[in-house]
């Protein structure tokens, strides 16, 4: 690493630092107990076990899920959305698709159709990445099973409107998927308010926990019918070789990243007021985006909402080039290209190379921020001049 002091604006992928507290609690529990969760009647084991237990009633609050039953750990965001897919989805399903969907959402949805085994129907964005709530509604039809939507785009921004479609497809046999990766911690995220029946989060972005964090909200209502997608020993009914019938215990085969969970528990606790967060978010969002556009010369690819999330393109570099120039000369760090987001681009018009990602958060100071801008309008200008 060079000796620039490093701006970080990579959030998006996953917030940076993690609080010292976070850090302590997975230290100290690693040191003080470090055992697995739900397998042994000691007391370290039943330690261990309340941990999870604490995590999973804490989300269970956050996202006004009815009971914590409904919560299931994985370790990444994508492990989760695939929990989720494969577990509703059978032959000859039809799902509905935004194409402003992750990968994670795509790959798997992918494989199914490829495989012959679902009918996929993917619904266009807009120019800034956001989903007409009346065009994804429109193509949810009587034999659709499953409409996946994410809360909002990794690349834009742009909050889509889950809350109109979950409402408008409610009494309806279709259930809601959604994407919460880049709202879960930055914005309220209540399932009850967004009307979805299945959620899928990450913990090591903007709720601050460490990597290796991610959970999956399932309605009661799909307790019964929902598959797992993996099989094995869950420290519960061992003498069966059925997964146990229970949630989220059929969804957690084999041991849980207690160490990261004890370290996201803390990052939960330092949450602010989520309304409050929202506020600081959009605070910053206005001042990247405003000060991006304001650069003459600039292609900004942005929503205006609370996320501090913008992509942008410059004529005559490519963003593979500028974010390393970034990097080198300022030392500021985001990320160039697609950004696992196979369909967007073609709305954006940036299919062929993707874009720079400029992503804060909450903890971005005025000086920082300044400072990226100033180093996309000296790159600009020195482009423009040469
Ligand atoms: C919108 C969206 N969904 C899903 C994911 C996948 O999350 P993870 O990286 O934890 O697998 C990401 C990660 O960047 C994302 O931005």
Redesign the pocket.
Known sequence: MSSLSRIYFDH??TSWPKSDAVLDAMIDFSKRCGVAAGRGGYQAAVEADQVVTRVRKKIATLIDAQSASCISFHA????A?NVAIYGMLSADDHVVVSAAE?N??LRPLHDLERRGVIRLTVVPVCSDGSVDANVFINAVKDDTRLAVL?HAS?VTGAIQPVSTVGAAIRATSTYMLC?A??TFGAVPVSVDALNVDLLAA?G?KSSGGPLGT?FLYVSPKLHHEFRPLMFGGTGSQSESLEMPREMPSKLEPGNLNVPALAGWEIALNELVDLEIREKQHREISQRLIQGLRAISGLTVHASDGPLPIASATLRGLSPSDFAAILDAEFGVEVRAGLH?AAFIHQYLGTQREGTVRFSGSASTTECELQAVLDAVSQIVQEISDS
Request: contains cysteine; charged residues 5%.
């Open positions: 998006a992928a990444n965001g994508t492990a959305l992750h994670s959402v994410t990794n994407d990766a880049q990450p090591h991610a696992c």
